[in-house]
């Protein structure tokens, strides 16, 4: 299948085009950082399937969809459940919430791949998308132009910052990468991170001492809210 991803954040672009990679039966023609820039390709080229973000400025997925005259098969990636619905409702096959994993990408191709040709469908699945297990100790994040590997005890902190996050580590350093806190608190929660405010989790064992309102960390004061103290203190039998 001939692809194109439009998204307006680089990091999601270069993820996807990653996967794209790994999967023999999908070809990368082009990709896009805006929506604008993209109607004039589609409707002039062959294309059989869009990896399409939704949130973009100035001219949405959904405007997107609406101004192009060729229709191709269309997979949403975006950073928002909200939208699932009307995703479905504009015919899309799938709608992938990033972070997106491998594992959930290559299912939505299989899934295209059905619409197109349901006989081959099954030849999306290749020795190059083999998903590796997920040790217990460790994850990887996306960083620029790699995959990151984090070891959980490492992890001082992790602060939110809209779509992205900053994972601070015991080497002074931070990680930026493209992924929503709420995944990050569901992944960490049984590894002894406690999340204790909308824009922060913390790694319990790096705590250092813990006031009224905040927790030190390294040379970090990092606030406890009232709608996550409860919880917190509950679980440290404080």
Do not use: W
Request: glycine share 2%; net charge negative; with cysteine.
């Amino acid at each position: 299948m001939k692809c194109v991803i439009i998204d307006d954040e680089p990091l999601a672009v270069e993820l996807l085009e990653d996967f794209v990679r790994k999967v023999d039966t999908l070809e990368l023609v082009s990709t896009f950082n805006n929506a604008i820039d993209a109607v004039s390709f589609i409707n002039q080229n062959n294309v059989d399937l869009i990896f399409l973000d939704i949130q973009m400025p100035h001219f949405s997925g959904i405007d997107f969809l609406n101004t192009i005259e060729k229709k191709p098969l269309v997979i949403f990636t975006t950073a928002y459940s909200d939208y699932a619905v009307e995703g479905f409702n504009l015919g899309a096959v799938d709608y992938l919430v990033k972070p997106i994993p491998f594992h959930r990408f290559l299912k939505s191709v299989v899934r295209a791949q059905q619409v197109l040709n349901p006989a081959g469908a099954i030849q999306a699945i290749t020795e190059n998308t083999t998903v590796p297990e997920l040790e217990q100790d460790f994850m990887f994040v996306r960083a620029e132009y790699e995959n990151v590997k984090m070891n959980f005890s490492d992890i001082l902190f992790i602060e939110g910052l809209k779509d992205y996050v900053k994972i601070y580590t015991t080497d002074n350093k931070f990680t930026l990468t493209l992924i929503s806190l709420i995944k990050l608190e569901n992944l960490l929660s049984s590894k002894g991170f406690s999340r204790i405010h909308r824009s922060y989790i913390i790694n319990i064992k790096h705590v250092k001492s813990i006031q009224k309102n905040k927790v030190l960390i390294s040379d970090k004061r990092i606030p406890i809210s009232e709608s996550y103290k409860n919880a917190f203190f509950e679980r440290i039998n404080l």
